[in-house]
T-cell receptor, first 118, second 116 residues
Framework: KAGVTQTPRYLIKTRGQQVTLSCSPISGHRSVSWYQQTPGQGLQFLFEYFSETQRNKGNFPGRFSGRQFSNSRSEMNVSTLELGDSALYLC?????????????????FGPGTRLTVL | AQTVTQSQPEMSVQEAETVTLSCTYDTSESDYYLFWYKQPPSRQMILVIRQEAYKQQNATENRFSVNFQKAAKSFSLKISDSQLGDAAMYFCAYRNGMDSNYQLIWGAGTKLIIKP
């Protein structure tokens, strides 16, 4: 089974631009979460999507948005880029089986998209 | 709000020896999960081991084991017989037990160096 894939792997943008990152979860996985990883702030939760609905959102400004499609693929968008948005953006997918914790609740991570804002 | 603290920015160990990475957390929840993730240089984050808060028995996965002290809110990772491939950043993470909340709260990470 293919793992979580993220495209593009590397991206360079300038301040003020916008960017869209894509995440394809493991086949059959319904939950997709996004995290931002920076040397200064560490790993921070952005949002989580399940069945095309945003279920949870972290403490990020409205410039950060996302969506999930019917095939569970997810995109995140950052508008009006700032220098501080330079980071590794990680996507994680989970099967999300109901009824307690089980193997389905493990989050599998993609390789990340390295965004550099100049 | 829940927090996760890893007080060791960097640890080093001789190959084949044992090392323990520390993690403490703060929560008012009674139902939650704890994880250790490994992030090798330029490689993907992978799950090392997980612990359900309602389980008293410490989780074990081959050379990896945890010491879960619920009352002390401590969750340390022990790596036995360290191997060169264990070199990585190790992150401790917390998730509450709600079925509808998959948010992971992370510690700052510990860089593990393996000396040959």
């Amino acid at each position: 089974k293919a793992g979580v894939t993220q495209t593009p792997r590397y991206l360079i943008k300038t301040r003020g631009q916008q960017v869209t990152l894509s995440c394809s979860p493991i086949s059959g996985h319904r939950s997709v979460s996004w995290y931002q990883q920076t040397p200064g702030q560490g790993l921070q939760f952005l949002f989580e999507y399940f069945s095309e609905t945003q279920r949870n959102k972290g403490n990020f400004p409205g410039r950060f948005s996302g969506r999930q499609f019917s095939n569970s693929r997810s995109e995140m968008n950052v508008s009006t880029l700032e220098l501080g948005d330079s980071a590794l953006y990680l996507c994680a997918s989970s099967l999300h089986q109901r009824g307690g914790y089980n193997i389905g609740d493990e989050q599998f991570f993609g390789p990340g998209t390295r965004l550099t804002v100049l | 709000a829940q927090t996760v603290t890893q007080s060791q920015p960097e640890m080093s160990v001789q190959e084949a020896e044992t090392v323990t990475l520390s993690c403490t957390y703060d929560t008012s929840e009674s139902d939650y999960y704890l994880f250790w993730y490994k992030q090798p240089p330029s490689r993907q984050m992978i799950l090392v081991i997980r612990q359900e808060a309602y389980k008293q028995q410490n989780a074990t996965e081959n050379r990896f084991s945890v010491n879960f002290q619920k009352a002390a809110k401590s969750f340390s990772l022990k790596i036995s017989d360290s191997q060169l491939g264990d070199a990585a950043m190790y992150f401790c993470a917390y998730r509450n037990g709600m079925d509808s909340n998959y948010q992971l709260i992370w510690g700052a990470g510990t860089k593990l160096i393996i000396k040959p």
